[in-house]
Every structure is written in structure tokens, then in C-alpha cells.
């Protein structure tokens, strides 16, 4: 079942003979449960199509579906209680409130949300990405290995449905990086959520289930690579 498609978005910077395709007529579905890696070269649209896929951003032309409801259809305060209660992100730079404890920052989405969190899921969540002696110390006195579990772990905080990751290795050492990746599958495969990864690394790419290339903003591959 499709958790996610969009059908001939396009999205243009700039205006007359300046315009540029960010985007120019993708057309996709995102399987519920399923891992996607988007990849290319810079600038070839990867960060902007994931961000029009989350709602972070709305494409120039084009429309984009989250389960039965098309996110044209959402003002902005309802977009972002969708990101907030259905969405997660990760992203390559942390975006940790460093004033925070890491336990803070893990519980912020829920307590933005007004809601209470789930501690026994939280701590099986902190204890499974191992940074359970790491909670109560600040992001500054923490490695990056140990701030991006930290921003996983927040990112799952409210259950998602689905994860989206940008370029969530791209700061990390290569044995850091292995290990933020194999969570990041392993953590969705049990919660049953849908993952979509942006990287230009090919060896993080084939580690998905199903691979986009893209190139001047357009799909020029689309393949499987690997079963779960």
C-alpha cells in the first residue's frame, strides 16, 4: 500500500529567462514500510524533492499525497501539525537545541505537541540507539556519533509514519556512519516506518530497498536494490 506519491511536481526558482528546475515533473509512490534512498549529484534536486515530499516545502506545479490527503489542501499551521505528529527528520547538521540536555531535546517534539510522551518507548528508543548515559549531558559535551542518535531518536519521538533523512551521514566518520545507518534501518524495520534517505554516497544508497537517481531534476533511475 502507498503511503506517499506525488504526480507532476515541478519546482522553479527565479523568474522569465532566469528560471531554474529545481524539479521538472516527477512522478512517484512511496510503499508504507518501505526504505527509499535518493541520490545524484549536487544540485541535482535530491534535498528539494525530499522536501517537497515532507511539506517543508510546496512544489511550482504538481501534487503530493500523504495517505489519502493531498498536502495542497493544507494551510501552514496544518502542515506543520502534520510534520510534527506524522513526520520525522533527520538531518545531516543535528539541529540540537544545545541549551538542552540530550533527554530535552529527545522529548521536545512531544512536548510541543502538547501531549504526553511515552517514557517506556523513549527508553527503550535511547537504550536501542545507545546513548542512554548520554542523556543528561548537553550536545556540546557529546560526540557527532552521539548527537545524531540523539536527533534520531527525537525524530522518532512521536511515532512517526514516516522518517525522512537528509544526508544523515554526511558528518560522521565512515565506523560512525555504518552505525547511524544500521539503526536507522533496523529502528524502522521494527516500528513498521517508512524511511526516505537523501545521500550522494552510493554505499549508503545500496543499502535501500528501492534506489532514485536523479539528475537536473528529473528521475533518471529508479531501481531496486536489495530486499529488507
Known amino acids: 500500500m502507498d503511503i506517499l506519491k506525488c504526480e507532476h511536481i515541478t519546482k522553479l526558482y527565479g523568474r522569465g529567462e532566469g528560471q531554474i528546475y529545481a524539479l521538472n515533473d516527477i512522478s512517484l509512490s512511496i510503499e508504507q514500510g518501505s526504505f527509499t534512498a535518493i541520490t545524484g549529484p549536487s544540485g541535482s534536486g535530491k534535498s528539494t524533492l525530499l522536501n517537497m515530499l515532507s511539506g517543508l516545502d510546496r512544489p511550482t506545479k504538481g501534487d503530493i499525497w500523504f495517505q489519502e490527503g493531498k498536502l495542497s489542501g493544507y494551510n501552514d499551521n496544518q502542515l506543520s501539525v502534520l510534520r510534527r505528529r506524522r513526520f520525522g527528520f533527520v538531518f545531516q547538521n543535528y539541529n ?82 555504518r552505525e547511524v545507518l544500521s539503526l536507522l534501518r533496523s529502528l524502522s524495520r521494527e516500528l513498521g516506518i517508512t524511511l526516505i534517505l537523501v545521500t550522494h554516497d552510493l554505499n549508503v544508497a545500496e543499502q535501500a530497498e528501492r534506489v532514485l537517481q536523479l539528475e537536473d531534476g528529473r528521475i533518471a533511475m529508479d531501481r531496486g536494490v536489495k530486499s529488507a
Not at 546513548?131 to 559535551?141: C, S, Y
Request: cysteine-free; glycine content about 12%; charged content about 25%.
Open 96 to 177: 540540537l537545541v544545545k541549551e538542552l540536555t540530550g533527554w530535552e531535546n529527545v522529548l521536545l517534539p512531544v512536548m510541543l505537541d502538547g501531549r504526553k510522551p511515552d517514557e517506556a518507548y523513549l527508553k527503550r528508543m535511547v537504550e536501542a540507539l545507545g546513548i542512554g548515559n548520554r542523556m543528561d549531558h548537553l550536545p556540546g559535551a557529546m560526540s557527532g556519533g552521539q548527537q545524531q542518535r540523539v536527533s534520531i531518536a527525537r525524530a522518532l519521538a512521536n511515532k512517526p509514519a514516516i522518517l525522512f533523512a537528509d544526508e544523515p551521514t554526511g558528518n560522521l566518520d565512515g565506523k560512525s556512519g
